[in-house]
């Protein structure tokens, strides 16, 4: 198109403008507003501007900040507080960090990190989580703040990690059959264990809706590393999966599923009627075919 000359937008002028002023500037501002409005721009040496808000209206972005430069005399090191999970599950973790100075306000700190005594940027940074990525064992995290004269904490808030990157053992010593009876309940009980204590369990069930996929929670509890549930106001004319989730100190998960429904007079299985069941038979039959496990 360029090489033939056509043009590329032809669009009105006027309804070009009004587009901007009432599309793009407000997603800009949205944009804008999305960003950590912690990182100071300095477009001169020394000083330092902190844009602390955005917004547009009437075809014009505006924005509000604060300017600040440092204090050449200041020799006070800021304070460091650094979040701290004792056990965190491997890959990707995120630690909220905090600093306290005399002369420069907290969202003007920076920043140095290490782990295991390697640095994670070259130079300070700006950040309101350190994030890093890790592997099973035991690391040191290490942040010290500096100020924007430069004074770095001389006592890094340090942080022993364990990270654990195994999943819970979980065990269902009785959980309901694919077809209950109408009158009957649902009821289950488990055991679940891992190398280190605290580890939590939850139950939910859910019905599926007509489509056999979907569904919403109708009834859910909590329980330490044993438990037991006992359901007997089920609508009984629905599809159900029954989830049990047992969960270890790092957020790591082990869950087994169970699908089932109450045995019905006729056919009609859904609430939609005999046409409607066909999907819930097929995902019935499908759950029915073996318990779910899953472990992440």
């Known amino acids: 198109q360029l090489s033939t000359g056509e043009e590329l937008l032809d669009a009105d002028p006027a309804r070009m403008e009004q587009l901007v002023a009432d599309v793009v500037l407000p ?5 804008l507003e999305s960003v950590p409005l912690a990182p100071a721009l300095a477009p001169i040496e020394g000083l330092y501007v902190w844009i602390k808000d955005v917004g547009a209206s009437g075809g014009w972005l505006r924005a509000s900040f604060d300017l600040y430069s440092a204090d050449p005399d200041d020799d006070i090191a800021p304070e460091t ?12 973790v995120s630690l909220k960090v905090t600093g306290y100075d005399n002369s420069t306000p907290e969202p003007l700190l920076r920043y140095r990190a290490s782990l295991d005594g390697e640095p994670l940027k070259e130079a300070p940074y700006f950040a309101e989580q350190i994030r890093f990525n890790v592997e099973d064992g035991e690391h040191v995290l290490e942040v010290a703040a500096v100020d924007l004269n430069g004074n770095a904490d001389p006592r890094p808030a340090r942080v022993q990690l364990v990270v654990d990157g195994t999943p ?3 065990d269902v010593l009785s959980a309901p059959g694919t077809f209950l009876p109408r009158g009957g309940a649902v009821s289950a009980s488990w055991t679940s264990s891992d190398e280190r204590e605290g580890v939590r369990s939850k139950w939910q ?14 009834a859910e509890g ?3 590393s044993a438990g037991e549930m006992h359901v007997d106001d089920l609508n009984k004319n629905k599809l159900y999966v029954l989830r049990i989730t047992a969960e270890d100190r790092a957020g790591n998960l082990t869950s087994e599923e169970f699908g089932f429904a109450f045995e019905q007079a006729g056919c009609r299985i859904a609430d939609g009627g005999a046409s409607d069941s066909a999907p819930l038979l097929l995902a019935l039959a499908l759950l029915a075919a073996g318990r779910r496990r899953r472990r992440r």
């Open 27 to 31: 997603l800009l501002a949205d944009s």
């Open 205 to 218: 069930i859910f019905a599926l809706a007509n489509n056999g996929l979907t569904g919403e929670v109708v």
């Open 222 to 224: 909590a329980a330490g």
């Open 168 to 170: 819970p053992l979980l």
């Open 81 to 92: 507080e650094l979040e701290d999970r004792s056990v965190v599950r491997a890959g990707l």
